[in-house]
């Protein structure tokens, strides 16, 4: 791809996802849509997917920034419910999906058909991810589907090379299939183990931030090329150690964090753009490659899988849930007893994504003759679970009223745990001021104190009452007024600078002192 295309994809994906920020359309599906759109005007560049780019390059990122979001010690709680749907449901849609495949398309043959089944079985971990901090799902419903996301891409990769193996005649059996699982899974967690605590001392050991977080964009890219050498899972190695960096974060010096933060917030929002567009577009070229399947029959295959996808999902989802209560007293002692919405939202929450379709394209075409066919069934059912419950799914939520994140505790045990904080911190600063080598002005120690006290009060005073006049709390107002302050003295220093009484070296120095400033007194709320 010549970089004039590139351009326009990031740039063109990046407005769309902007703009669904101003709207109640999930990125994701407005992202799909204008791709869609825009695939069949003329002139448009040719942007087939890669596998060879996708896999190894936008996945191993993609993977990374949502392992390190996500809660390791959550992910440890809810690993019964995201192990039966990243390695149970995945096998379970392999074959239910491609035994449906064998049966509707009388030309597939069964182990072609499997392909199929491991291709579309698979949710999309950026989709989930997406949708489920847009629309607000209960904490739980969150975790398990973001855990389920992060792994079940291993375990379809998986599925399919036996699958492909047995299609083209290389003579897979299911002892060489199942032994090629284990090495996958156990390979890839063996080599996220080995690497996670190396990288980790390299993290905090690197002196200056700019190094660290060079590091940092090249660990992704480390982890799955070191496992993807030895045969292993590059998926898992990747969850594996970002999930412990992310843990572990806390280590990491304050200047890393913050450039960390903000460097892969980037990434992610480029890349998760770039991806769900290039969904959109391959339109045109699955169409061109699809031969004798147009027409009804074409479609009524896109129809007819798209609805078993869909089904399969609840058929393993419910009994996923319940049968290990039924089961296990401990679990039953353990666990609230979940209601049917809960299982019916995870069901309805299968988006397929790019994923499936890298891995689609990279089936051989030759000797595999149905390779045109899947794809387009790929392709379709990706469109339609992005589409069809990715649009649903808000209304859904709503309609069956399911309780959302509670606020207004979440902001309670903020302000319980920044009370203890402050009240360590506070003993810790009277013990230091104690000692003569720590000696400092009345002054300068009241505004230590002050530091304190106000960290400390800020989240109790988002709790309190609110301005009848502007509808802010006290802590509102406090910022509002901090960053017209601060925006006030930038004037000055932009003044100066232009009057020739300060230089521009001398101005970058003072603004950024002031950024600073302002970033302490600006809590991000979105």
Known sequence: MHILPLLLLVAGSAACAAAARRTSVPAPLLLVTVGLMISYVPGMPDYELDPDVVLPLLLPPLLYTAATDSSYLDLRAQLRP?????????????????????LLVPSL???????????????????????????????????????ESLVNDATAITAYKVALAAAVGEGATWAGGIGEFLLAAVGGVAVGLLLMVPLHWLRTHLREALLQNTLSLLIPFVAYGVAE?????????VVVVALYLGHRSWEVDFATRLQEEAVWKMVAFVLESAVFALIGLQLPVVLRDLGDYQGVDAAWYAVALFLVVVATRFVWVYPATFLPRIFSARIRKREENPTWKGPFVIGWAGMRGVV???????????????????????????????????????????????????????TLAEANAQAQASRVAEQRLEELLEDERN???????????????????????????????????????????????????????????????????MLRTLLRRLDLEEAAAFRETT
């Not at 390695?87 to 849609?93: D, E, S």
């Not at 949710?123 to 589907?145: H, K, Y």
């Not at 595999?368 to 387009?376: E, G």
């Open 82 to 102: 995201v192990a039966l749907l990243s390695v149970g449901y995945v096998l379970f849609a392999t074959l239910v999906v491609g035994w449906f495949a064998y």
């Open 109 to 147: 043959p069964l182990t072609a058909a499997l392909v199929l089944g491991a291709v579309v079985a698979p949710p999309d971990a950026v989709a989930a991810t997406a949708v489920a901090r847009r629309v607000g799902l209960p904490s739980r419903i969150t975790t398990i589907l973001q855990g």
């Open 229 to 237: 050498q030895v045969h292993a899972s590059g998926v898992l190695a």
């Open 356 to 410: 499936s379709l890298a891995i689609a394209f990279s089936i051989p075409s030759e000797p595999f003759p149905d390779r045109n066919l899947i794809l387009f069934l790929t392709f379709t059912t990706v469109i339609g679970t992005l589409v069809v419950q990715g649009l649903t799914l808000p209304p859904l939520i709503r309609l069956l009223k399911l309780p959302g994140r509670d606020t207004q505790t979440e």
């Open 439 to 505: 000696a400092l002005p009345p002054p300068l120690a009241d505004r230590l104190r002050a530091v304190l006290e106000r960290r400390r009060n800020a989240v109790w005073e988002r709790l309190g009452a609110v301005n009848p006049l502007t509808g802010e709390t006290a802590d509102d107002t406090y910022r509002r007024l901090s960053r017209e302050m601060i925006g006030a003295e930038r004037e000055v220093f932009v003044r100066l600078r232009d009057l020739r009484y300060i230089d521009d070296e």
